[in-house]
């Protein structure tokens, strides 16, 4: 997303300038060229050597620079986007008030990219009538906010006006400008994790899925434009992307009536939960004890209903649905079988036999089948490149 983006930093003076060394590192590692601009007393916070090597290019300070003119006009029309991390209670005053007194500001006062801030200083600061005053001035201008953190401060005391963390700024800057186009417009409803049915209070029948492939699938769609509701099962996982609608579920009946309501707006329905196949036939209200003579214990079970099978039968002429198959044996045929009975788009087969595949890895290794007979193997790979993959080969369907 970041590829070939042109990010200018501009470091004002606040102890989070040292967040700023990785800030600079993550986004040149994202494929983004970052040139940056100190104030002097940013300089006091943060060595320009370190960012003039992470970011291959020379840091500007001055207007004027022994012989030579920094053209800030130049600088503001270089950049896609223009980020002020740390931004100061000082630095923010001359923003509201176009006060042009360093190189810093001269970029702000003549950039015609956007404009994003991250600001950091004591709650104090953050909270006096001034500042908000100011934080007013510069919104209106069309300066774009990330919002500040709540924790500890430099000064010792916790509380609001912490810095957001660099991988937060990275999400936003992507979030607001860079995000891609294969689903743009489309609502896509992704859903994750495993399913936990009860048995008592204590117990419940559960199964490994983690969740990741179902999250990275819901980034992957967010960061290709479309609007995305993931409905997940008990996972530890959470989402940088604030912007993905988030639904907790626990069991697999109540899967099923979030993804009733869920799929009704949704073009796009992504079943990547491991939904439990049978629930106990009875929840018990207090904690079974064990039996005093009994060496078993048999549970009734009922089997649930098969969500992905239910949603291809209401399926609109608008909707595409993409089911997951896990196998052990059989692989192919049996996914062909679920693709046809189910009556959806297209099947993810994950096979338990690849080496590094399947629940709680990284990685990852598929192969997606489509109703017409598409067939496409991917290579052993993060779960975060293959949702990818599965993005690009959905967007390939629908334009087919
Ligand atoms: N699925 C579902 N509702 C269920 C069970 C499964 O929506 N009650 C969905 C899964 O989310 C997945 C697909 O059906 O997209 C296939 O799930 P899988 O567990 O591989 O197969 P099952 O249909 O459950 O069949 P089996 O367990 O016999 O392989």
């Known amino acids: 997303m970041l590829k070939g983006k042109k990010i200018l930093i501009g470091i004002t003076g606040s102890i989070a300038a040292y967040k700023v060394i990785y800030l600079v590192r993550l986004l040149v590692k994202s494929g983004a060229e970052v040139k940056v601009i100190m104030t002097a007393s940013a300089k006091n916070f943060v060595s320009p050597l370190v960012l ?103 000064s010792g005391l916790v509380g609001e006006g912490r810095m957001a963390e660099p991988e937060t700024i990275v999400n936003f ?53 479309a609007n995305v509701v993931l409905i997940t099962g008990p996972t530890a996982l959470y989402s940088s992307f604030k912007e993905i609608k988030l639904v907790h579920i626990t069991t697999a009946n109540e899967l099923l009536e979030q993804c009733m309501i869920e799929a009704r707006q949704a073009q796009i329905i992504i079943m990547n939960a491991a939904v439990a196949d049978y629930t106990p036939l009875k929840k018990e209200t207090q904690k079974i004890k064990k039996g005093k003579n009994e060496s078993e214990w048999l549970l009734p079970l009922v089997k649930t209903i098969d969500i992905l099978a239910l949603l291809g039968k209401q399926k609109t002429a608008h909707q595409y649905i993409m089911g997951f198959a896990l196998e052990t044996e059989q692989e192919l045929k049996n996914s062909l079988e679920k693709l046809n009975v189910k009556k959806i788009d297209s099947i993810v087969l994950n096979s338990l036999n690849d080496a590094q595949a399947g629940f709680g890895y990284d990685t990852n290794q598929i192969t997606i089948i489509s109703k017409n007979g598409r067939t496409e193997k991917m290579a052993l790979k993060s779960k975060t490149e293959l949702a990818k993959d599965i993005v690009l080969y959905i967007s390939e369907e629908l334009d087919a």
């Open 173 to 225: 800057l992507i979030s607001q400008f860079f995000r891609g186009t294969l689903l743009k417009n489309k609502t896509v409803l992704v859903t994750a994790g495993p399913t936990y049915e009860p048995i008592d209070p204590v117990r419940f029948i559960g199964n490994h899925s983690s969740g990741k492939m179902g999250f990275a699938i819901a980034e992957a769609c967010y960061l290709e434009g």
């Open 52 to 154: 003039e090597t992470l970011s291959k290019n020379a840091v500007l300070e001055n207007l004027t620079e022994s012989s030579t003119w920094a053209n800030h006009v130049a600088l503001g029309r270089w950049a896609d986007v223009f980020l002020i991390a740390p931004l100061s209670a000082n630095s923010l005053a001359k923003i509201a008030n176009g006060i042009c007194d360093n190189l810093l500001m001269a970029v702000y006062l003549s950039a015609t990219c956007p404009v994003v801030v991250a600001p950091a200083m004591d709650e104090d600061m953050w909270l006096h009538p001034a500042t908000k005053r100011n934080i007013q001035h510069a919104a209106s201008d069309g300066v774009h906010f990330i919002p500040i953190e709540n924790g500890e401060l430099a």
